[in-house]
């Protein structure tokens, strides 16, 4: 009995084959192995053998019993040739081995790489690392994921894509998901007029104009020629309809939420520990609030269901169209309950202080001919090439009437948030109830938070949630104590009111009516208007995205606080979790509070340090506004001075 060994070309491997007992063995050479894969040590998987007949492209092997089933593939030959590979990334050849084998050969494969051990010998250099503690999963993730896609659904990219799709049919920016949340909207909308509801899975641009058109008579104004402006409005509450975020029912949860967390864009979000998937937590968390007047039982966020509680003795009704037009019995309106929908109103208020809504009402009066005053630098401006938008504007100066005041707006500030508009249009406010603690219970629980997220990047340390849990619970009752008065209809009409500002100044006729920067990159173009706007009126030279960045994070830190059941929560677990979840958008909101006020949250307050930084840290951002701007002011003062001497 004689053997035969055969070396493949570049020595990773040697084959035997044995005369009279039609036996081959395959064998790994350590060392010229080693050789050829340690520049894929990060791929390691990716490594693997392959074998054909040679008259085929090899397939992929992997284990023993894979390499007996191709070989059974092969057939039954007096003789055959057979080809061994050892393939790396991208199935890239790193060595063959051609063998003769004998009719009928038993084959005896290479070991699998994972037999291998790391580290052994020569092999691999072990590699040493410290992993974070593990924190437990928390049923209410699934809210987080939720308030998220919500609150990204309203936005005003999303706004944009809608609004060209209606009006100059550019589906370029709108999915079919998007599609089928247009038609959810439009048989809402077809629903409060008793119409029957569209067929399909999605609605057509066709069918979208019509609603708009029939919303658009319902919402008719008091004076001619106004089409453009009502068709724009009835659009844009379509568009809020159809696409803010809102709690599904119960049977829809569980998928919608496995779906969106598995499209996350940021898989850190979401720090499983392998116990449990997205899919289940909506079944663990929502609560049973009994059953409504059709006998259906409903469920809601735990916060929501104490609050069920303490109204036992009221009843649940149903929404219907008749009940919507006129309240024809007492009780809790089921859909208000079991499906908040997820909207702030800080979105609005930090959105005013950058300078929007003072900037469509300087358009307005220069397009009234009138000055804001003296020295208005609007009227050296020609509005002539804001011709096309006429009737828009002549809209918008109409129904002014119809819209939201600076004052309406600043009093509900103040209620929600304890937050106040500074400025010479903001009268002094007289307000019934003002959130005073807001300010600080929440820059407290962002310094907290900064906190957490040093101790959890440091891997040497257990990172302690309970002082944000603590603070969470503060700012959930402060949050809690202002969800009165217009607190479901202001923050929507006022989201309405600004996404249609946005719209106007995004138009390119204002791009030509005043003197924007084109080569600046703002993520919206209705930026680079505003902030022209400010140059020229000599207001905060502060721009505008970090008041937008403002706006957008601290809607959805604030949901998920609002929405929480904190007041009822000691698992500092679900704190830990909230914390990483939200950390980019806290620390975007620390961000652009710094580049907009110049008080830096993170900062340790030292006892020596207590009144000074304290009282600039829970100072109102009012204030700190216009403190910058005198600053600004003056130092344009002194530099016109020192030219002039």
Known sequence: MSETKIHSAHGAMTATVTAGSNKVTVKIVKTK????????????????????????????????????????????????????????PSYRELDSLQIDVPAEAEFVP???????????????????????????????????VL??????????????????????????RVNDDDKKLYMGGANAVRALRGANQLPGTHVTRDELSTEIKELSVRRALPFPDAEPYRVLKAATELFLMAQCGVLPDDSEMATLVDGLARGMDDAQRLVLDGTSTPGLWPAEYLVSVGKDDEGKSQTALPYLALIRQKLGDVGLTSATADQLLAEKCYGIITQKLARPTFLELIWSYWHEEGMLSQTINAVSMRFQNRRTRP?????????????????????????EQHRLTVSRRAHEYDHEYGLKLVGRAVPALETADSRSTFLAAFHTL?????YFFKEYDDKTVVPDAFP?????????????????????????????????????MARPEFREFLPTRIMVAYPEPWMDRVDAMKKLQGWTDTSVRHFRDLGVTGEKVLLSIRFGNWSDITNQNQAANWAIFWREEIQWYINSYEAVTGVDLTSQITEAQQMGVAQARFLQPGVHLSRRLAAQKHTRAITKVSAET
């Open 375 to 399: 020295g208005d630098p609007l009227a050296n401006l020609e509005v002539d090439p804001l011709r096309p938008l006429n009737n828009v504007l002549w809209g918008w100066v109409q129904d």
């Open 110 to 144: 290479p070991p699998p790489r994972r037999d291998v051990p790391p580290g052994a010998g020569t092999f691999f250099p072990a590699k040493v690392d410290l992993v974070r503690s593990n924190i437990p999963d928390t049923p209410d993730m699934a809210l987080w």
């Open 468 to 504: 944000v849990l603590n603070a969470l619970r503060e700012v959930h009752l402060v949050l809690s104590e202002g969800a009165h008065n217009q607190f479901g209809d202001l923050p929507w009409v006022a989201r309405q009111e600004m996404l249609m500002t946005q719209w106007i």
């Open 33 to 88: 192995f080693n050789r050829l894969v340690a520049p894929f040590e990060d791929e390691f998987d990716q490594v693997a053998f392959a074998v054909s007949n040679g008259t085929a492209e090899p397939d992929d092997v992997r284990s023993p019993t894979e390499v007996s089933w191709v070989l059974e593939q092969l057939g039954t030959q007096e003789e055959m040739t057979l080809i061994v590979v050892l393939r790396g």
């Open 446 to 450: 962002l310094q907290r938070c900064a």
């Open 147 to 172: 308030i998220k896609a919500g609150t990204e659904a309203i936005s005003y990219q999303k706004y944009s894509g809608f609004m060209n799709w209606a009006f100059c049919d550019d589906d370029s």
